[in-house]
Each structure stands twice: as structure tokens, then as C-alpha cells.
Nanobody
Framework: QVRLVESGGGSVQAGGSLKLSCAAS????????MGWFRQAPGNEREGIAA???????VYSGAMKGRFTISRDNANATLYLQMNSLKPDDTAMYYC?????????????????WGQGTQVTVSS
């Protein structure tokens, strides 16, 4: 069973930055794709970015340029660097792992989810 634990969320003023981390454990095989999602109250879960086990990345057009996804396979950790944060970025942020299917930005593409970390951006 894969376990994912997010950290790094918090409160920040508009224009600020945060770096989220997602520690993974319990892998039965190394070739997972991983992604970051977010969900604000009343909204559907939204794909932000994903990274293939080989390192290629895909981003949602709305967040490309401000957010950067990366992974450290040796330490089984996924990261999301978020810059120029806006109040609209306020949401619960989740990491996910799955078997590299679909376009990697759909929630259905993933099998395992963390519990989420809250990001709040004030104006």
C-alpha cells in the first residue's frame, strides 16, 4: 500500500511563495507517475502538474509559469514550488501517485492520494 503525506502548506500573503512536499512510502514498484491537485470548497478537484517517473512534466495551462513540480526519486519525495501566489490559489493541495495513464492531470488517473495540506493566500 502506497502512503503519501503532504507538508509545507500554510498562510501567505499574495505575491508570496510556498514549497509543498509529499513524502511517499510503501512503493511496490518504482515506476509511478505523481501529480499535484487542489480543491477549493465547492469546486472539483483540479490538476495542477504531474511528473513521469522518467522526469517529464505536464502542467495545467492556468498555473504553468508560477508552479514547478519536481521529484527526488532517491528520497521518494515530490515537490511543488509555488510562486506569485494569488488569493484564488487558496485550496487544499493533494499529491497523488498512479500508473502513468491518461493525460496525468485527471484525478481518475491516480490510485493513491495523500490527506492534503491547506494553502491560504490573503490579499
Amino acid at each position: 500500500q502506497v502512503r503519501l503525506v503532504e507538508s509545507g502548506g500554510g498562510s501567505v500573503q499574495a505575491g508570496g511563495s510556498l514549497k509543498l512536499s509529499c513524502a511517499a512510502s510503501g512503493y511496490t514498484r518504482a515506476r509511478y507517475c505523481m501529480g499535484w491537485f487542489r480543491q477549493a470548497p465547492g469546486n472539483e478537484r483540479e490538476g495542477i502538474a504531474a511528473i513521469h517517473f522518467a522526469g517529464s512534466t505536464v502542467y495545467s495551462g492556468a498555473m504553468k509559469g508560477r508552479f514547478t513540480i519536481s521529484r527526488d526519486n532517491a528520497n521518494a519525495t515530490l515537490y511543488l514550488q509555488m510562486n506569485s501566489l494569488k488569493p484564488d490559489d487558496t485550496a487544499m493541495y493533494y499529491c497523488a501517485a498512479g500508473g502513468c495513464r491518461g493525460n496525468l492531470l485527471g484525478a481518475r488517473d491516480y490510485d493513491y492520494w495523500g490527506q492534503g495540506t491547506q494553502v491560504t493566500v490573503s490579499s
